[in-house]
T-cell receptor, first 112, second 111 residues
């Protein structure tokens, strides 16, 4: 079964804590993306990676960090510097050929 | 800032009726895509229309693109309760596969 997975489904963060959201794909896609979605809103790009070992900041990168050590994996860390982290986080991947993005099921991050 | 803006923000119709959603964008594009999102889930790709195409069909979906007006519309015919979801348009720019999403239209289809 090809697809893109995210874990956990729900994540709770305490004040001052860093948390890491997982994103894995077995679609052999070169490009991967992280988006943030607030209630009733559209998607805003946090970070993206067009190829392994390379990534670029999106529109709202402050307070977040990523790594892309493997083609299949693109984890997102929400750092303590992100003062309003409560949101729905979506990971996506795409082939350079088609431009269509395939999304994971999302992780909902809540602050305790 | 968002490249695409959907209109209306929310739409409520009866089952069997047609639903039309519009998307406007600001800069030139290579293609425009429509995605669907069920509540609390990831987005699912519906249809892609290229800048040199004017209309495209997929099942009960019909998408039009007017590059002179920088606008697109998504028509869902003979709607069903299962069509209840948020619908987003997404445009690419000049930066490879990067997409910019609009704010979405929340569609409710009442049985």
């Amino acid at each position: 079964d090809g697809g893109i997975t995210q874990s956990p489904k729900y994540l709770f963060r305490k004040e001052g804590q860093n948390v890491t959201l997982s994103c894995e794909q077995n679609l052999n896609h070169d490009a991967m993306y992280w988006y943030r979605q607030d209630p009733g809103q559209g998607l805003r790009l946090i970070y993206y990676s067009q190829i392994v070992n390379d990534f670029q900041k999106g529109d709202i990168a402050e307070g977040y960090s990523v790594s892309r050590e493997k083609k299949e994996s693109f984890p997102l860390t929400v750092t303590s510097a992100q003062k309003n982290p409560t949101a729905f986080y979506l990971c996506a991947s795409s082939s350079h050929k088609t431009g269509t993005q395939y999304f994971g099921p999302g992780t909902r991050l809540l602050v305790l | 800032s968002q490249q695409g803006e959907e209109d209306p923000q929310a739409l409520s119709i009866q089952e069997g009726e047609n639903a039309t959603m519009n998307c406007s964008y600001k800069t030139s594009i290579n293609n425009l895509q429509w995605y669907r999102q069920n509540s609390g889930r990831g987005l699912v790709h519906l249809i892609l229309i290229r800048s040199n195409e004017r209309e495209k069909h997929s099942g009960r979906l019909r998408v039009t693109l007017d590059t002179s007006k920088k606008s697109s519309s998504l028509l869902i015919t003979a709607s069903r309760a299962a069509d209840t979801a948020s619908y987003f348009c997404a445009t690419d720019g000049n930066a490879g596969n990067m997409l910019t999403f609009g704010g979405g239209t929340r569609l409710m289809v009442k049985p």
